[in-house]
């Protein structure tokens, strides 16, 4: 089962951010996709979530529990 949780995360990785991009070096390719691993875990909803959380919103509700 947990593979299907990270195939989603390079699926979304390629088309929402590598696909997008014509990178000139690998410094460039390491930002930009930085700055989308930043943006999927701290600002993107995810539908499998309850209620829609990020998953930074996820884990803190998990930690305080």
């Not at 943006?39 to 959380?53: F, G, Q």
């Amino acid at each position: 089962m947990d593979n299907v949780f990270i195939e989603r995360l390079w699926r979304s990785l390629k088309y929402e951010c590598v696909y997008l991009h014509d990178f000139q070096d690998g410094s460039q390719a390491r930002q930009i996709i930085g700055a989308w691993l930043r943006y999927y875990n701290e600002e993107r909803p995810h539908s499998t979530l309850a209620d829609d959380r990020t998953p930074m919103e996820a884990y803190a509700h998990r930690r305080a529990a």
